[in-house]
Every structure is written in structure tokens, then in C-alpha cells.
């Protein structure tokens, strides 16, 4: 059985700092993307960072380009978002899913990533002003 777990959000003033951390079990680490996205009251979701469980390639979303940094520990078969210099518009809940199918580009994987995919329960990111 495949879980998705994760954990490390919660309050924190503008300008200020978070880790994200997802733990991946039940599936093989190496044929998946492992993606944060976040969807905020009002907004469509937004895919926010990305990376190739196989080569460690990496996406960012604009909107977080220069201020967050994914990184993964195969090993543990868990991955971290470090999200620095956070602003109010980045309040919302955060999910990490494990999307496939193997082969799967990164760009494709934060495109398309629905309901076949294996999903965290997400953990809320607020950013007060």
C-alpha cells in the first residue's frame, strides 16, 4: 500500500521560513515525480516544485523560482521543499503526490497530476502579514 505523508507547515510572518518535508512509502522511489502543489481558498492549484525520483532533476513554478528548493533523500525515500522569503500570497495548503506512470516528464507531472496518482492529505502553509 502506498502512503504519502506530509508534515512541517504552519504559521509564519512574511518573510520568514518553512521545511516541508513528504515521506513516500509503498512504491519504487525511482520510476515517480514527486510534486508539491498547493491550493489556495479561491485559486486554481498550482503546481509549485518538482523532482525526477530517477535523476533528481528539478522543477519550480515561477511564482516560487529563486525562494523555494526541493531536494530529495532517496534513501528515505522522503523529499524536502525549503520555502525562504515567504509572503502572504503563498498561504494555502500544500500537497505532495507521487505521480507516474514511469517515464512520466517533470513538466508533464506537475501538468497533469490527478486523482491516479498517490496523494499526501497536505499540510497547511500560512503566511501572515
Known amino acids: 500500500e502506498v502512503h504519502v505523508v506530509e508534515s512541517g507547515g504552519g504559521l509564519v510572518q512574511a518573510g520568514g521560513s518553512l521545511r516541508l518535508s513528504c515521506a513516500v512509502s509503498g512504491l519504487r522511489f525511482d520510476d515517480y515525480i514527486i510534486g508539491w502543489f498547493r491550493k489556495a481558498p479561491g485559486k486554481e492549484r498550482e503546481g509549485v516544485s518538482g523532482i525526477s525520483g530517477d535523476d533528481g532533476s528539478t522543477y519550480y513554478s515561477d511564482s516560487v523560482k529563486g525562494r523555494f528548493t526541493i531536494s530529495s533523500d532517496n534513501n528515505k525515500m522522503t523529499v524536502y521543499l525549503e520555502m525562504n522569503s515567504l509572503q502572504p500570497e503563498d498561504t494555502a495548503i500544500y500537497y505532495c503526490?507521487?505521480?507516474?506512470?514511469?517515464?512520466?516528464?517533470?513538466?508533464?507531472?506537475?501538468?497533469?497530476?490527478?486523482?491516479?496518482?498517490?496523494w499526501g492529505q497536505g499540510t497547511q502553509v500560512y503566511v501572515s502579514s
Open positions: 503526490a507521487a505521480v507516474g506512470p514511469p517515464g512520466i516528464t517533470l513538466e508533464q507531472a506537475m501538468e497533469l497530476a490527478g486523482l491516479d496518482d498517490y
